[in-house]
C-alpha cells in the first residue's frame, strides 16, 4: 500500500526561533548575564548566536526555499526597551523590515512577545516576581503590537510559561537562578495575568486600528506525564501532581473568568515516567537524542487528542524537534510527528499547522550553541556563521511543497520508515 499522508488545503507548514537565541548583538538582556557569569554550559554567549538580526533577508530567503507558508519568530523586549524609560523606534523599525521581508516572501508571521530573556532593568527589579511586572509587559505590548501589528498574522504572548517559571525559580538553571516553590507559583500567576491583560489589549488594539480580528494565543509546553511503576499507587499520584502543576496549572488560570486563546499554541518535546516522590525516568525501550530525551511521537497525538477536545480552539504545533548533530535521528522524528498530527487530524483534532523547532542551529538556551535544533546547519566558526540546508531541511520542503507526506518522500529520504 502506497504512503501517503495528505495534508487539508492551507495547512500552515513552518519553523521558529525566538529573538535572543538567533538575533546576536544585544547585551540589555538576562542570559547575556547569564553567560557572563559563566552559566551556559559551552561558554558562549548568545550576542554571538547567529547573527539573525544582520542577516535576516538570507534567512528568510532560507525559509521560502524550505516552503515555508509561515514562520515564528519573535521581539526582543530588552532591544526595544534598553531601559526602563526608553523605547528604541530604530529597533522597532528593524523589526517592521523583517516583517515586511516576511509578507514579501508569502510567509505568514507567528511573533512571540516573550521568550524566556527579560531586560536587566526588569531582571534589577525582580523581574517576574515583582508585583509590577504585570503593568511593565503590557506597556511593551501595547508599543510592540500598535507599532507592528498591521504586518503580524498571530500573536503569542508568552513561550512556554510553565518551563521558564520551573527553570528559573525552582530548578535555577535559567537566569536569576533562584530556588523557591512560592516564587515559582508566583511567577505562573504574574505571567497568566500578563497573558490575559495581552490578549484583551491586543484586541482592543485591532479593533482601534480597524486591522480586523487578530489571532492571539500561548505557546504552551505539554508532556505526558505516566506512573513508572502502574501498580505503584504513589507513582500515579506524581505523575497526576506533574501533570495538574506542569501542563494544567497555567491554563486553567488564564481561562477562570473567561476564555483567552483564539489559537492553542503546543510546544511537544517528549514526554515522562514519573516515580514518587517527583522523579522524571525515560523509557528504556525508546530511542534517545542527543540531550537523552526520550524520542515519544505517540504522545503527540495523546496530547493533542486531550487538549483540544478541552479546550476547543484551532492548535498550532508551534514547537517540535529534536537535538540532533548530525541529521541521523531529524528526518525520521519529522516523519513520525508529522504522521501523528494526520492521525489526530483524522481524529476530528483541528490543526492549523507545525512549526518546526528550529529553523536554524541557534543559541540553545543553557547549553550555548552545542546544541543543534535546525533545519538549517549553521557554521558557528565562520565569520559569517555560513548557513547550510540540512538533509532533514530538504526533506521538510518536500514535505511543505507536497503538503503531507508521499512515497516519493519517503523512498528519497527515510526509506525504511513506517508509520
Given amino acids: ?21 538567533v538575533e ?30 544582520k542577516y535576516f533577508k538570507k534567512d528568510i530567503g532560507l525559509m521560502k526555499k524550505m516552503n515555508h507558508s509561515t514562520a515564528r519568530i519573535g521581539l526582543e523586549w530588552a532591544r526595544i526597551e534598553p531601559d526602563k524609560w526608553a523605547c528604541d523606534d530604530s529597533v522597532l523599525d528593524h523589526y517592521r523590515e523583517i516583517l515586511k521581508e516576511m509578507k514579501a516572501q508569502g510567509i505568514s508571521p507567528m511573533v512571540t512577545l516573550h521568550h524566556f530573556s527579560n531586560p536587566m532593568w526588569l531582571s534589577s527589579q525582580g523581574g517576574w516576581t515583582s508585583p509590577k511586572v504585570v503593568k ?30 520551573t527553570a528559573a525559580y525552582l530548578f535555577g538553571e535559567f537566569p536569576p537562578g533562584k530556588k523557591s516553590v512560592r516564587k515559582t507559583f508566583r511567577v505562573m500567576k504574574n505571567m497568566a495575568d500578563a497573558h490575559v491583560a495581552a490578549y484583551h489589549v491586543i484586541h482592543e488594539i485591532y479593533t482601534q486600528k480597524l486591522w480586523g480580528t ?15 511503576n502502574t501498580k505503584n499507587p504513589l507513582d500515579h499520584l506524581s505523575a497526576r501532581l506533574a501533570k495538574r502543576y506542569f501542563n494544567d496549572y497555567f491554563l486553567k488560570r488564564i481561562n477562570r473568568k473567561s476564555n483567552t486563546l483564539d489559537i492553542f499554541g503546543l510546544n511537544y518535546y517528549s514526554g515522562d515516567l514519573v516515580k514518587f516522590p517527583l522523579k522524571l525516568l525515560g523509557r528504556q525501550n525508546l530511542p534517545k537524542n542527543k540531550l537523552g530525551w ?14 483540544y477536545f478541552r479546550y476547543g480552539c484551532p492548535v498550532y504545533i508551534t514547537e517540535n524537534g529534536t537535538c540532533d548533530d548530525n541529521d541521523e535521528l531529524r528526518p525520521s ?14 481524529h476530528g483534532v483541528d490543526i492549523a499547522g507545525y512549526y518546526h523547532w528550529s529553523t536554524l542551529d541557534n543559541f540553545e538556551l543553557v547549553d550555548g550553541l552545542m546544541s543543534r535544533f535546525g533545519l538549517v546547519h549553521v557554521d558557528h566558526e565562520h565569520p559569517e556563521r555560513k548557513r547550510t540546508l540540512k538533509t532533514s531541511g530538504k526533506m521538510y520542503a518536500d514535505i511543505a511543497g507536497s503538503n503531507g507526506i508521499t512515497e516519493k518522500i519517503v523512498e528519497d529520504y527515510v526509506p525504511e520508515w513506517r508509520p
Avoid at 504512503?3 to 525566538?18: H, R, T
Avoid at 505517540?298 to 486531550?306: F, V
Avoid at 508529522?338 to 487530524?345: G, K
Wanted: with cysteine; hydrophobic share 40%.
Fill in 24 to 53: 546576536g548583538e544585544c547585551r540589555n538582556h538576562d542570559f547575556y548575564d547569564w553567560a557572563l557569569q559563566g552559566k551556559i554550559k559551552d561558554g558562549t554567549n548568545p550576542v554571538d548566536a547567529v547573527h539573525f538580526w
Fill in 214 to 228: 487578530p489571532k492571539v494565543g500561548i505557546a504552551k509546553h505539554l508532556r505526558t506525564f505516566d506512573p513508572y
Fill in 136 to 165: 511593565y509587559y503590557i506597556r511593551f505590548v501595547k508599543k510592540a503590537v500598535r507599532y507592528l501589528g498591521d504586518l503580524v498574522d498571530v500573536w503569542i504572548t508568552i513561550n512556554e510559561p510553565s518551563v521558564y517559571a
Fill in 294 to 307: 526520550d524520542i515519544y511521537p505517540e504522545g503527540l497525538y495523546r496530547i493533542l487528542d486531550e487538549y
Fill in 1 to 21: 500500500m502506497a504512503i501517503q499522508y495528505s495534508f487539508p488545503e492551507g495547512f500552515l507548514w513552518g519553523s521558529g526561533s525566538s529573538a535572543f537565541q
Fill in 333 to 346: 522524528f519529522i516523519l513520525d510527528h508529522v504522521y501523528q498530527l494526520h492521525r489526530a487530524m483524522e
